[in-house]
């Protein structure tokens, strides 16, 4: 089996790729630069690839401060690109697993969201990707849409580099305690993806939306308490969040106020089950903290007081 996954080298695409390949899946990937291309070269790009059996389409413009500031760029590499994606694989026969993201709502549900739940997306890059989903419901049948929830990872430019890099240099964050997320890592995301594909592997025809988020919802203030003890080992940098209430934690970037997902369709389908979100921070955090940037503790302490 031959699995094309394309952001190959985003978090998200080397967490899948490196599950996929211990699994002993042979893996062919698309670099997320080539999606700031047009169709036409992504097209050739993935065309001149062995035919892949599946196709894994997790690149994305995450970055959601410059999903804003461009929204046409947005459009391109989270909408556009899916035509080519599915272009290509209509030619392999192959089925389509898009990532897609909690981003989708708007948060005014009181209850996690289920994949019947009708998407309303508040920001630049919620939209794209609902436009994203529309696109493949309308067009190619073969598809399994995978909605995720905070993503979790530790990548350079990631949100939870970006946390610590903060906190070790002194800064204060502001943290939501009525926001609910359901965070995620994304070598959980793989896990999930690896066994989906499996069961896909056996001809059952299960095409449709999904969501997978870390078992335990949490406030943002909750996450970022976790992340902090995890990191610096002390309750005293806890002064460093700004307790506060709403969604308004990202300047510019609006947020839904609850972005909790249900999971039961996945497991009633794959039989796949939620695991702790917590048990991959340690590893995550420690990824950063070789990666450099993060402060000794009483470094920290000294700053934010």
Same mark, same amino acid.
């Given at each position: ?141 073969? *598809?399994?849409? =995978?909605?995720?929830?905070?993503? /979790?990872? $530790?990548?350079? &430019? ?5 946390? %610590? ?54 406030? *943002?203030?909750? =996450?970022?308490?976790?992340?902090? /003890?995890? $990191?610096?080992? &002390? ?5 460093? %969040? ?64």
């Amino acid at each position: 089996m031959i699995v094309c996954v394309t952001g190959i080298d985003s978090p998200l695409g080397k967490a899948i790729a490196q599950r996929l390949q211990q699994s002993g899946i042979a893996v062919e990937g698309v670099p997320y630069e080539q999606f700031l291309m047009t169709n036409d070269a992504i097209v050739r790009a993935m065309r001149a690839m062995p035919s892949a059996d599946f196709v894994v389409h997790a690149a994305e413009m995450a970055d959601l401060f410059k999903a804003e500031q461009h929204p046409d760029l947005a459009y391109q590499v989270n909408v556009s690109a899916c035509e080519a994606v599915a272009e290509v694989a209509a030619l392999w026969k192959a089925p389509i697993i898009h990532l897609s993201s909690h981003l989708v709502f708007d948060g005014v549900k009181k209850n996690p969201y289920i994949s019947a739940n009708k998407g309303r997306p508040l920001s630049v890059f919620g939209r794209t990707k609902l436009q994203s989903e529309q696109w493949l419901q309308e067009n190619y049948s073969k *598809h399994l849409i =995978l909605r995720v929830g905070w993503l /979790l990872e $530790a990548g350079a &430019q990631g949100w939870l580099q970006t946390m %610590l890099s903060a906190l070790s240099s002194g800064k204060r964050l502001n943290a939501s305690t009525d926001m609910q997320l359901t965070p995620v890592a994304v070598d959980d995301v793989a896990r999930v993806v690896d066994a989906v594909i499996k069961q896909l592997s056996c001809n059952i025809s299960v095409w449709g939306v999904y969501h997978y988020a870390g078992a335990e919802a949490v406030t *943002h203030y909750e =996450l970022l308490k976790a992340i902090v /003890l995890q $990191a610096f080992g &002390q309750e005293e940098m806890l002064q460093a %969040l700004i307790e506060k209430k709403g969604a308004d934690v990202l300047p510019g970037v609006a947020l839904p106020a609850n972005g909790a997902l249900g999971c039961i369709k996945l497991r009633n389908t794959f039989g796949v089950k939620q695991l702790p979100w917590r048990r991959y921070l340690p590893a995550l955090i420690e990824q950063c903290q070789q990666r450099g940037g993060v402060k000794p503790t009483e470094n920290c302490l000294e700053e934010t007081r």
